[in-house]
């Protein structure tokens, strides 16, 4: 009936606590308390960075009322209603004070619980105080406990009543102190390193890998708060608490321990998916793949669009066991859904939306958030600036690093960087001959490289010929694929889509990359191509590195959706000029275009299969089209696209049916009037 959550399945502070259902039977109400007891005094023996004495406190009453529960026996008939109101007010109760001792204990959020250090103390309280309330209603007379025992529970009856739960002075202590810290950022002072130090041996946070995990449990928490539009009131104090640890973090620790963190993660998730089964990724109202699962108060996971689907229909209960909620808050099921996200990476299935970060909306951080993580901000942009000019090999790469994750969602830390000259600095180490360093380099100048200033400074540094060095010859596959993404950010702008495409080895090397890399590299390869052809010029450049063949075979041999899409999409560019008309039709690509029309499940791929066979019957004349009047699926995925297309698949579908049906009109009566205009046929092979 109970389940330890480890403090993952839930938002932090929040305590979905279920109350047993009235049919249960007290037998097992009584084990699932017993059950219930036993976790919360495990958490005796684990590490309490606030709150301790508080927690303690509270994990001595549920003891001392475990000895009670494991002496009690419900097994008579005659059960006084009373011990089982008593018995579930113990349970729910029991519940949340399990919750809170998890987020007590809870890996990566100790500076959150810190600055809740008040409010925890007044919870543990209320706990307590609502365990001696559901003690008030047991009868404890009628009980067939020993006289010890009873005097046990008497005892712990009246401390409940007048339980005194004050926060710890040293917590205070440790609070001013960050207090204080932040007043400097917001200053534009650098705080003491041993004042920084004083509060980061309190928390425990004695390790780089550590000081991250703080600052990704904070990011995340700034995201579900920026979603609550009606109330947002914690936004500041959690943007200025990331804006100190992100500080410590390049600061504080000389070296990065994050691999053996990054193992464990990757075991702890693949043992939770071992257990798992697509099935269990579905939502019980769609029953598709959940993109957002959230779970209700009883204690079941839905996808969110359904759910809010089912509560606007006028719906107040749960989906699943029709109990009625008494409240509609969603918790974020963090936990799922990274287990959703690393499945479909494992497995290659392509889901909408997937993965948070592809369409994670970050227009929230042009800003820092408040004024101490602005101050942090540019304080460590400085520092940055500084180890990469000056610091040893070590310190660069451990300073790219940092620059690398600080740019990753963040457009005010991107702005801060590139305004203190880091990208210079940063094309210089994509020629270490250090792999790590490489890569770390030429990844923090992808993120860069999406910030409108940054172009510009990469070309005017004779970066360019950096990068597609690195895209020739990068020590590890990643970097060479970052190289490939970072010139497709780059080639947003039309005079840089020029150079790139006159530097002689750019287009070859990308194209190199189509046919020999990883997928991922196949997949920035491409859309590199693909912003390159933005410019006119840089088609041929395309066609002579030999592409079209390379594409084709992807269609072919590639199971990945994503691929697919792109290679068309490349195409379809390429066919809007009779060059590249040319070069698909002598690979005999009509048919495969044609099949993969009929079978596409994707919209975009849909569109370009379109496309393509719009601009091929354009450009190459009657020939393309007598082909495709031959076949006998093409007007049925054609007339389905004008209903269910998106506008612009349903004006291409239009006007590719018009074609076919004047030739077909032209044809049977006779006519040599061309459809097209003349001069455009070509051979089909």
Not at 122 to 136: K, P, W, Y
Request: with cysteine.
């Amino acid at each position: 009936m109970t389940k330890k959550l480890n403090g993952l399945g839930r938002r932090v502070l929040t305590f979905p606590a279920v109350h047993p259902c009235e049919s249960i039977s007290p037998s097992t109400l009584l084990i699932s308390l017993i059950d219930l007891a036993h976790d919360i005094c495990t958490y005796k023996s684990e590490f309490f960075s606030t709150n301790k004495r508080n927690a303690l406190k509270a994990i001595r009453q549920v003891h001392n009322l475990l000895i009670f529960l494991e002496e009690l026996r419900v097994e008579s008939a005659d059960i006084p209603g009373s011990l089982v109101i008593s018995l579930s007010e113990l349970h729910l109760t029991f519940q949340r004070i399990r919750y809170l001792l998890e987020d007590c204990t809870r890996e990566g959020a100790r500076l959150w619980m810190l600055t809740k250090s008040d409010w925890v103390s007044n919870q543990l309280r209320l706990f307590i105080r609502a365990i001696g309330t559901a003690l008030d209603v047991l009868p404890l007379a009628a009980i067939d406990v020993s006289s010890e025992v009873k005097e046990l529970v008497e005892l712990v009856m009246r401390q409940a009543r007048k339980a005194i739960f004050e926060t710890d002075p040293d917590d205070k202590r440790i609070l001013n102190d960050v207090i204080r810290i932040l007043g400097r950022f917001e200053d534009g002072i650098r705080p003491d390193k041993s004042e920084v130090k004083r509060v980061l041996d309190y928390l425990g946070i004695t390790k780089w890998s550590q000081c991250n995990q703080e600052v990704k449990f904070l990011d995340s928490e700034i995201t579900i708060e920026y979603l609550n539009v009606d109330k947002r009131s914690e936004l500041a104090l959690l943007s200025s608490l990331m804006g100190f640890l992100s500080y410590c973090k390049c600061i504080m620790f000389d070296l990065v321990d994050n691999e053996a963190s990054q193992q464990v993660s990757k075991k702890c998730c693949n043992n939770m998916l071992g257990g798992l089964t697509p099935d269990d990724f579905r939502c019980p109202i769609s029953l598709e793949t959940m993109k957002d699962p959230v779970t209700l108060s009883t204690g079941h996971t839905y996808d969110r669009a359904s759910i809010l689907k089912w509560f606007r229909a006028g719906n107040s209960t749960c989906p699943k066991t029709g109990e009625r909620l008494q409240s509609k808050e969603l918790l974020v099921n963090l936990v799922l859904k990274r287990i959703i996200q690393d499945w479909s990476v494992d497995n290659g299935v392509s889901i909408a939306e997937e993965s948070g970060h592809k369409n994670r909306d970050i227009t929230r951080t042009v800003l820092a958030g408040s004024l101490a993580a602005e101050g942090a901000m540019k304080l460590l942009a400085n520092f940055i600036s500084n180890r990469l000019l000056e610091g040893t090999s070590e310190e660069k790469n451990k300073a790219a690093y940092e620059v690398r994750l600080l740019t990753k969602s963040s457009i005010f830390n991107r702005s801060c960087l590139v305004d203190v000259g880091c990208i210079p600095s940063l094309l210089k180490l994509l020629s270490s001959k250090d792999s790590s360093t490489q890569e770390n380099a030429i990844a923090a100048l992808l993120n860069l490289s999406k910030h409108c200033k940054s172009k510009s400074m990469v070309v005017e540094s004779g970066g360019l010929d950096f990068i597609v060095d690195m895209l020739k010859k990068g020590l590890k596959v990643e970097a060479r694929q970052h190289a490939a993404a970072t010139l497709f950010y780059i080639a947003s702008i039309e005079e840089y889509r020029k150079l790139i495409g006159e530097n002689p080895e750019a287009i070859p090397a990308l194209v190199d990359m189509v046919r020999d890399g990883t997928d991922r590299c196949k997949k920035n390869a491409l859309v590199a191509i693909f912003g390159l052809l933005m410019h006119s010029g840089n088609h041929w450049r395309v066609l002579a590195a030999g592409a079209v063949p390379l594409l084709l075979n992807l269609l072919t041999s590639s199971d990945r959706e994503e691929l697919i899409t792109d290679s068309l999409a490349v195409l379809a560019t390429l066919t809007e000029k009779l060059d590249g008309t040319i070069a698909i039709l002598h690979h005999g690509a009509l048919d495969l275009i044609m099949k993969i029309l009929d079978s596409c499940t994707s919209r975009a791929g849909t569109e370009y299969c379109v496309s393509l066979l719009l601009a091929l019957c354009i450009n190459g004349g009657a020939n393309v089209v007598a082909l495709l009047v031959k076949s006998p699926s093409l007007m049925g995925s054609l007339y389905s696209l004008l209903s269910q297309g998106s506008s612009r698949a349903s004006k291409k579908a239009s006007a590719l049916i018009r074609i076919l049906h004047e030739f077909y009109e032209r044809h049977s009566s006779g006519s040599t009037t061309p459809v097209l205009p003349q001069g455009r046929s070509v051979h089909v092979w």
